[in-house]
């Protein structure tokens, strides 16, 4: 067998065209690839950005709600209700909504203000600059240094801006884990300063805040609150259910899933096509290992081993490739968004395995069929 596998070896790379040829469509195929779900995955995690750095592990809100940009208010009732469920530890308001800010030259720039609860201060920032303790000083809000920063004119602390006529000061700097999605600057300040400086509806509350007492306590809270009318999930719930919202109600899951499998459309392509013409070159070849001995299941094991040889070194490359356009990407741009993971990788391998297997099906087929009289005799 290692014989057999060593010529097959041999018989591949000696033909440095077609095996050149074979590395290119499976290579790009597997780059496409990669950086389509890859940019999928990055707009996914972008688009809960505010989830996951709140941190909260029960949400309460409303049920028609989709993303947790588009909240739909609550009334002051249900955050009580909630706050005396049996299990629940406590429960904070939280205020989400947009603004427009006029910077000090005269511009205008939209932001995302998230009102945390002025007593606990549950979901906010770490500060890499300024005291947490001046939020609570007059005007005073905490803007995030992430990819939008530089879009408020980089503040620097104590620096000014005016939100609906109202002056706000910067009293801190914070960073996040994950910056949003629709690259949009992001201020914190109090729940009650934030429903005061922002024009809002009757009801004022956009999420309710839960820490339940244990674990366990996470489904009878969330039965609790259905009866209420409103909707708890935990926030790998609540990341689920925005990611499914942008995957199967909007463009951006069909645009995505489309690129895919054109992306294995073309590797499948170029690559069945070439390995064919790559076996029918080298059928003497093969006609002259099956006269000397060789049984049909070593031509069968030569062909897998040379299309898995070549889908592995392609995967390699496709991988790293995009792996490299990706973190050069991230350098000169720091709102791009594309994360690799392990999913990603995995779903890539698949769709390389399957190219390989339609690939060598091809071969094997050809092969398999060949009569070693019929290769002396021409």
Avoid: C
């Amino acid at each position: 067998m290692k014989g057999i596998l060593k010529i097959a070896y041999k018989l591949l790379v000696n033909d440095k065209g077609k095996f050149a040829a074979l590395l290119v469509g499976i290579t790009f195929a597997v780059f496409l690839m990669n950086m389509m779900t890859s940019m999928f995955a990055g707009i996914l995690s972008k688009s809960s950005a505010t989830v996951i750095n709140i941190g909260a592990k029960v949400w309460v809100m409303d049920p028609a709600v989709n993303t947790v940009a588009n909240s739909i208010p609550m009334p002051d009732y249900v955050l009580d209700a909630v706050r005396s469920i049996n299990g629940v530890k406590y429960a904070v308001p939280l205020y989400s909504g947009g603004a427009l800010v006029k910077l000090r030259n005269g511009t205008y720039q939209s932001v995302t203000v998230l009102g945390l609860d002025d007593t606990s201060l549950f979901g906010r920032p770490q500060l890499i600059e300024g005291n947490i303790e001046d939020i609570y000083s007059e005007n005073s809000f905490i803007v995030v240094k992430d990819s939008e920063f530089p879009k408020l004119g980089n503040p620097k602390l104590e620096t000014e801006f005016e939100l609906n006529d109202h002056r706000v000061v910067i009293s801190g700097i914070g960073k996040v884990t994950t910056s949003g999605l629709f690259g949009v600057p992001t201020l914190y300040t109090t729940y009650n300063r934030a429903i005061q400086y922002i024009p809002s509806t009757r009801y004022t509350i956009s999420y309710i805040l839960v820490e339940p007492k244990s674990p366990a306590m996470v489904p009878y809270i969330q039965r609790q609150v259905k009866a209420l009318g409103y909707e708890a999930l935990t926030k790998n719930e609540f990341m689920s259910k925005i990611s499914n919202f942008y995957m199967y109600q909007t463009g951006l899951g069909t645009n995505v899933f489309l690129m895919t499998i054109i992306s294995f459309i073309v590797g499948l392509s170029i690559s069945g096509q070439t390995f064919y013409t790559f076996i029918l070159e080298n059928l003497d070849r093969f006609g002259a290992i099956k006269a000397i001995g060789a049984r049909g299941r070593d031509l069968v094991y030569m062909i897998l081993f040379q299309a898995a040889f070549t889908a592995l070194i392609g995967y390699g490359l496709g991988i790293g490739l995009s792996s490299l356009v990706i973190f050069v990407a991230k350098l000169r741009i720091s709102s791009y968004a594309a994360i690799v993971t392990y999913k990603n990788l995995v779903l890539a391998f698949v769709m390389v395995l399957i190219i390989a297997g339609i690939s060598s099906y091809i071969g094997v087929r050809k092969v398999i069929k060949i009569e070693p009289f019929d290769i002396f005799r021409g």
